[in-house]
């Protein structure tokens, strides 16, 4: 069952709480097509996401964000944040690299500790645009 939250827009949300990526502006489109919010530490678990079917879990700091609906191509925008809480006054931020070419269906990553090599960050936030 979908909600219309803009009609005049296109944007809705599923069942799931989820935003449908159909939003256009002038007939471009320019919304997020996936978004992700997940625990990289211990077993990997998301938060809260949206087109994101699963992520996998490579080894230390290395995941692959799934998507449930595939982009229409790999020439898609990846914006990517991590942290790691610490009991620091200030979160130690980790750096997010890609590790492969992206693909249509998913997009792989790795996060480095400030330069001094990987580590399974408390916060890791995807975004795609497209």
Known sequence: MAVTIDGSAGVTTNAGGSVNPSTTIDGINYSCRAWVNF???GTVAI?????????TDNGTGDYTVNFTTAMSDAN????MTASIA???VAPVVANVLLTTT???SLVRMVTDRNGIGASDPTYV?????R
């Open 39 to 41: 625990n990289g530490t």
């Open 125 to 129: 936030n995807v975004a795609v645009f």
């Open 102 to 104: 992206p693909t249509a």
């Open 47 to 55: 938060r809260a996401s949206g087109n994101v079917s699963s992520i």
């Open 76 to 79: 898609y925008s990846v914006n």
């Open 86 to 88: 610490t009991t620091a």
